[in-house]
């Protein structure tokens, strides 16, 4: 089949891209980084149309601190991206797109192509987000733009897909019909991720969490019971301007590394925790059940899909009953006590080889095979 892929960065959808050309599909990856940097990746150049050098400034967003111009300079470069795919679209049969970014590229890929559009959403319905969002005080809305962008694709794509059962779930309550709906969980990329070993008890922070440090990450949450317990906590990832992150010797910050770095900072740490609002299905959670980390999450991190998919061996994944400090309190409690019963001197692991398997992004393509092979069928 021949597959177009388009969003504005990298995210997961390079790695889809790239299990998908595995597996033998004719893929093209339409996205504004370099095609140096998808190389590093893994994605062959040739598989890659870049719109770097043309809007690649625009991404001085991430530079600037003021919240709402930061955000419509990225309003204007998922358009501008969009603008770009739907005018340069080659022919394909399968038409996969980032839910913020894709709506006249969708448009141009079912009319001009005959092609079956893909919306591709990572974490929650965008209302339920927004509500969400709504509900802390310091937190910023989801702009109007994004809204609209993401209900138009939500309406015009044959599928929807999404990685976890909670972020389904809130489709399903937005009418959005089950049949529409694909369930795929992320993968986690084995090479550059594995069992590390327990460190040293004065070279260990007790709790890790990767990603940018924002409300909906939690992270308000997590500030509170770790100071409230006097546990140290390291920090991996960008921070937003509207979500200080604490200035207290218990708080140490790295900014964002590449991912392949990533394995070092598990291995500092005694546990991973997430106690996120809204959240598809966590990369970061994946890579740290894959380093042998015992974890604490949410129900809204897709941690259950995660479990579900792995079937681990011993109790290391601890699932927050609520939102609540009392409830990621007992979990954080759990989750040092199983790190106190690893046996020293060897590799953290808790998965079984096999099982592990089903959590790499070939598994994921494999998975998408089955709807290919729908389509093929229909």
Partial sequence: MKIAIALTGRSHLLNVSRSLIEIGHEVTFYTCIPKSRCKRFGLPAENVVSLFPLLGWLFIYRKI???WLREMILSWLDYLVDSCVAWILRPCDVFIGASTVVVKSSVVAKNKYNATVICDCGTKHVLEQNKILSQIP????????????????YKFADYITVPSFHSMETFLKHGIPQSKLFRNPYGVDISLFGPTMKPAPDQSYDVIIIGTWRYIKGVDLLSKVCTDMGLNLLHVGGQFANCPFPNTPLFTHVPPVDEKELTNYYAKAKVFVLPSRAEGLALVLAQAV???????????????????????KG??????????????????EKAL???????????????????????????????????FDKLIHE
């Avoid at 109790?315 to 979990?331: G, H």
């Avoid at 692991?349 to 592990?356: G, I």
């Fill in 65 to 67: 601190k003021t919240m």
């Fill in 138 to 153: 310091s937190a910023r809305r989801i702009a109007y733009s994004v809204i609209k962008r993401e209900l138009k694709n």
């Fill in 290 to 312: 894959v380093s042998g980390l015992p974890v604490v999450y949410s129900k809204d991190t897709g941690g259950h899909d995660i479990k579900k998919l792995i079937e681990p």
């Fill in 315 to 332: 109790d290391f994944m601890f699932e927050m009953e609520s939102f609540s400090e009392e409830s990621l309190k007992a979990c954080i």
């Fill in 337 to 371: 006590m199983a790190y106190q019963n690893q046996p020293d001197g060897v590799p953290r692991n808790y998965t079984v080889p096999q099982k592990l398997e089903k959590l790499t992004w070939t598994a994921y393509g494999q998975r998408y095979e089955t709807l």
